[in-house]
């Protein structure tokens, strides 16, 4: 959260801040030295949203190194003295040694020849004794350079403002630093002096922002000594690597630092505004440290004062919504894009920022050579949807990885001119890799790469998304461990609510689409290759956030909507998957899922005349049902059957139907699988014929299916009413147990 890289540090220096909150006048010992200006600049014409700054144009900025780089910034007060936060220099309570630091002054561009700029070494770093951490305020902190700096033209002090001062709720100030540019995406050599415009914040309407639920739930209370500034909207921020370096207004003709850059809840997120140390707050404590230093810092009397108190009103805050992912309705996508390629088939992606569409990189790779992408990009065009002509291609970037990773198959087409995004197309919005997409999700399926139309209406492509644990281990390995909500999902599960008898959407022409709190995100790309195993797993987008981020330096990456944790409150316990075989993890049951799929091995056995049995899935071509249910008294005669997977108990049955079979005997192990113990005996509903006496002959005929280890039985739990006893789960089977089962080869047909 905080805004800079911490450091293992070690105790120096830490001082009281007496009257940290009081107003503070001059005595007649103390007025400002008139030898000493401050706050003056050359006149001239990253940051997140930043551009960079002009040589001069901010005298006072300093870079703070530690180990030979760059860690913070600060901003020089006095000839010998840096203010900058105190987060950067402590971890657990403790300083980093004062010698171990190093100031670098009239510094614009940290990369080649430093013309003008020089180094002074650190003697002493003074932070509040109140400071813990950044959250509960006072992050400032004083550096004592061992010799005072050379000031000239591009080395000068700003000024500091009085406790009385006041600085006007949305005045345009204005944050500078070498920090990251976005979220894990740190600023490009030649490593320029970066520059934003940043409005001041009532401490309402900032207060109102951050009581929001934000990632994860967060919210901030913002103390007194605490400043926001920055927009609803985000986009522009300060960033990591930024801590400690001046905010700044202009009055009178002079630079008043207003406040020092502290943290933040990520960077340039919408409703997340910069929070910033102020300044004014710490005079008395600031006055009290550099006591007897000459020249001192310089506090002017404020030009002008406010013609009145702007305490904004808690109801006068708007909260920003989302920018993306707004459709008139499901499957109308104002953000499908289109790429026309000559001599191939249209490809389908998606625009994710005003210049940028997102596709399967494996559209464009050439057949001959997968590592080699075509470069004649004149001829391309990109279908945007209500675009009365063709976009023109002037960039193709794909993922590094694409050439041999279906997960990151992905590429970024730059237009040559950007859309305006007033009116349809909109883009659609792209998760952080925090993002956790909740277990029940509305999802939809929407057209990826070189795909057909679908089959069908439109609702055959509604989905609800299953449990994380449930679609993890059902692709995963034996014993994996489950990804906890925050961490990046190795896949994403839908369970289609409807789907055409016969068809499995057996190919990777899909992309996943997700809805919160009526705002669509790109949640996945490409199902696996699966089969016809269900459900379909998409690879997750979020994993490749920071990538298509930092490409596209604007692409609509959005916080969570929906923080809905159910009753059982986040899951925060780790989890290991059950035995597996290479048709997925045996005996998973989704926690939640549509009718019908809640026992996914279950099968309706449909007998030619009246008779429906109950089936069960032991592999992809093969069910296990009873006998007695299938077969007439005394024939061996096999009527004509037919079997439906994946409706049991969600559609009625045909008229004149009925169920002949119970259902059969599920446990459940310590490990979340379920295990088919029995088989109910004709003619009653609490007497079974044991499964695991027939392991030789169902293993004989069906080689796929897969049987606990003798060691996995007996891990059964001990209580709950909804589970086997120890002593069902060892019950041995009556040796005429065959005749009571009946194995069904299935023809699939697609």
């Not at 403002?161 to 979220?183: K, L």
């Not at 499995?504 to 490409?526: K, V």
């Amino acid at each position: 959260m905080a805004r800079h890289l911490l450091l293992p540090v070690v105790m120096l220096v830490i001082s009281p801040i007496p009257g940290a909150f009081q107003d503070s006048a001059l005595s007649p010992t103390q007025e400002e030295p008139e030898d000493l200006d401050c706050g003056r600049s050359e006149p001239s014409a990253r940051i997140v949203g930043g551009s960079d700054a002009q040589p001069g144009t901010w005298p006072w900025q300093v870079s703070l190194h530690h180990g030979g780089g760059h860690i913070c910034g600060g901003s020089l007060i006095a000839p010998s003295w840096v203010l900058s936060a105190a987060h950067c220099f402590m971890t657990n309570g403790t300083l980093e040694p004062a010698a171990e630091w190093s100031v670098l002054l009239g510094v614009h561009s940290q990369d080649g020849p430093l013309d003008g700029a020089h180094t002074r070494a650190v003697a002493a770093i003074v932070v509040p004794v109140n400071y813990s951490q950044v959250e509960l305020g006072a992050d400032l902190a004083l550096l004592h350079l061992a010799s005072p700096a050379s000031l000239g033209p591009a080395v000068r002090p700003v000024c500091l403002p009085r406790a009385s001062h006041r600085f006007v709720h949305g005045t345009a100030c204005w944050a500078t630093g070498w920090g990251d540019v976005q979220e894990a995406d740190p600023l490009p050599l030649p490593w320029v002096l970066q520059e934003v415009e940043l409005r001041l914040l009532g401490e309402a309407t900032c207060q109102c922002l951050y009581s929001q639920p934000g990632p994860f739930n967060l919210t901030l209370q913002i103390l007194p000594g605490m400043l926001c500034a920055g927009y609803p909207e985000g986009r522009r921020d300060t960033c990591q690597g930024d801590s400690g370096g001046p905010l700044v207004c202009e009055e009178g003709g002079r630079w008043f630092q207003a406040g020092i850059t502290s943290f933040g809840f990520g960077c340039g997120r919408r409703n997340r505004p910069g929070v910033f140390t102020a300044v004014a707050t710490y005079e008395a404590w600031i006055r009290e440290q550099v006591m007897g230093s000459e020249p001192g810092p310089v506090f002017p009397t404020q030009p002008q004062k406010p013609q009145s108190d702007p305490q904004e009103p808690r109801e006068n805050c708007t909260i920003a919504l989302p920018e993306c992912g707004k459709a008139p309705r499901p499957g109308a996508w104002p953000w499908e894009a289109q790429v026309i390629v000559p001599g191939s088939r249209p490809c389908h992606g998606a625009l994710v920022s005003e210049s940028w569409v997102l596709a399967p990189a494996s559209c464009f790779l050439h057949p001959s050579s997968s590592d080699s992408p075509p470069r004649d990009l004149d001829a391309w065009r990109v279908l945007l949807p209500s675009r009365p002509r063709a976009e023109r291609v002037a960039r193709l970037v794909q993922h590094e990885n694409a050439s041999w990773d279906d997960a990151s198959d992905l590429a970024l087409l730059q237009l040559r001119t950007p859309v305006n995004l007033s009116a349809a197309p909109r883009p659609v919005c792209l998760p952080h890799p925090e993002h956790y997409f909740l277990p029940g999700s509305r999802c939809r399926l929407a057209r990826w790469g070189r795909g057909e139309p679908a089959l069908g209406p439109g609702a055959l492509l509604e989905a609800e998304l299953l449990g994380g644990w449930w679609c993890h281990c059902l692709y995963g390995r034996q014993g994996a461990a489950v990804p906890l909500p925050g961490d990046p999902p190795h896949a994403l599960c839908p369970a289609y609510q409807e789907e055409e008898a016969g068809h499995c959407w057996n190919d990777s022409h899909w992309s996943l689409l997700c809805q919160e709190e009526g705002t669509w995100f790109l949640a996945g790309i490409r199902d696996f290759p699966s089969g016809c195993l269900r459900p379909r797993a998409f690879f997750p987008v979020q994993t490749h956030g920071p990538w298509i981020s930092h490409v596209t330096q604007g692409a609509y990456l959005e916080d969570q909507l929906t923080w809905d944790w159910g009753p059982d409150g986040e899951e925060t316990e780790t989890q290991t998957c059950p035995p597996h075989t290479q048709h997925g993890a045996c005996g998973l049951r989704p926690e939640a899922a549509p009718v019908g799929v809640l026992w996914p091995w279950l099968a309706e056995v449909h007998v030619a005349g009246d008779r429906v049995c109950t089936g069960i899935l032991l592999a992809p071509g093969w069910v296990l049902a009873a006998t007695h249910c299938v077969l007439r008294p005394g024939s061996t005669t096999v009527p004509y059957i037919e079997v439906y997977l994946g409706r049991a108990g969600a559609s009625p049955l045909p008229q004149g139907h009925q169920m002949t079979s119970a259902p059969p005997l599920l446990c459940q192990t310590t490990e979340g699988s379920w295990v088919l113990v029995g088989m109910a005996v004709q003619g009653s509903r609490e007497l079974f014929a044991a499964i695991g006496p027939e392991e030789a002959w169902i293993s004989q005929t069906v080689g796929e299916a897969h049987f606990l280890p003798s060691s996995g039985s007996p891990h059964w739990p001990t209580g709950g009413s909804n589970l086997c006893p120890p002593e069902l789960a060892k019950a041995s089977g009556s040796p005429r147990a065959v005749h009571f089962l009946l194995l069904l080869t299935l023809l699939i047909q697609s």
